[in-house]
């Protein structure tokens, strides 16, 4: 079973910040989380990941709480070509095998 | 850099035929994962290996087998083709340990349709 837990779907206005929360509660202290998105019928990409601190790179930042049982991701200002299924995994980086969930399918709203 | 690589990109088979599938890593890759993408079932994992040998497996029957190569490239092979074995089937390549973080990067998918 996935490690996370995300809604279903969000909308979120194009020009806006899209916020995407993701419950990991049973997280262990080596599992980093980590962000991918899957736009339609396309392989998923990689968007970021972190361990315990706030990460920022050119696509988003993650936002993970002090006690690392949820995390955000942000995409700083939404376009239509943001519309994708964003999956949150957490795992330990070079061990375990890859769960991914439902994920959260992000509408983006001109 | 050239990205991961899967070949075919679609193709039709017929139930009880067999199908293998091909995956080049990213150069310099030396972990290979394989993913079934349906649309009840959502991204399965079905194994992965590193240095040719298998690592972790999902929970999928013996029909569906791998195998990794010593230039990394990977194969994945599923016998006795069912209905339900129509999917995308995904390849991602990662690194190596003290080699990036384990990001996944994913290749365009390999669509397969059982008639």
């Known amino acids: 079973d996935a490690k996370t837990t995300q809604p279903p779907s969000m909308d979120c206005a194009e020009g806006r910040a899209a916020n995407l929360p993701c419950n990991h509660s049973?997280?262990?202290?080596?599992?980093?989380v980590y962000w991918y998105r899957q736009i339609h019928s396309q392989g998923p990409q990689y968007i970021i990941h972190g361990l315990k601190n706030n990460e920022t790179n050119e696509m988003a930042s993650l936002i993970i709480t002090e006690d690392r049982k949820s995390s955000t991701l942000i995409l700083p200002h939404a376009t239509l070509r943001d519309t994708a299924v964003y999956y949150c995994?957490?795992?330990?980086?070079?061990?375990?095998?890859?769960?991914f969930g439902k994920g959260t399918r992000l509408h983006i709203l001109p | 850099k050239a990205g991961v690589t899967q070949t075919p990109r679609y193709l039709i088979k017929t139930r009880g035929q067999q199908v293998t599938l091909s995956c080049s890593p990213i150069?310099?890759?030396?972990?290979v994962s394989w993913y079934q993408q349906t649309p009840g079932q959502g991204l399965q994992f079905l194994f992965e290996?590193?240095?040719?040998?298998?690592?972790n497996k999902g929970n999928f029957p013996g029909r569906f087998s791998g195998r990794q190569f010593s230039n990394s490239r990977s194969e994945m092979n599923v016998s006795t083709l069912e209905l339900g074995d129509s999917a995308l089937y995904l390849c991602?390549?990662?690194?190596?340990?003290?080699?990036?973080?384990?990001?996944?990067?994913f290749g365009e998918g390999s669509r397969l349709t059982v008639l």
């Open positions: 995994i957490v795992r330990v980086a070079w061990d375990d095998k890859i769960i």
């Open positions: 150069s310099g890759h030396r972990s």
């Open positions: 991602a390549s990662s690194g190596s340990p003290g080699q990036g973080s384990g990001e996944l990067f």
């Open positions: 049973t997280i262990s202290g080596n599992e980093y």
């Open positions: 290996y590193f240095s040719e040998t298998q690592r």
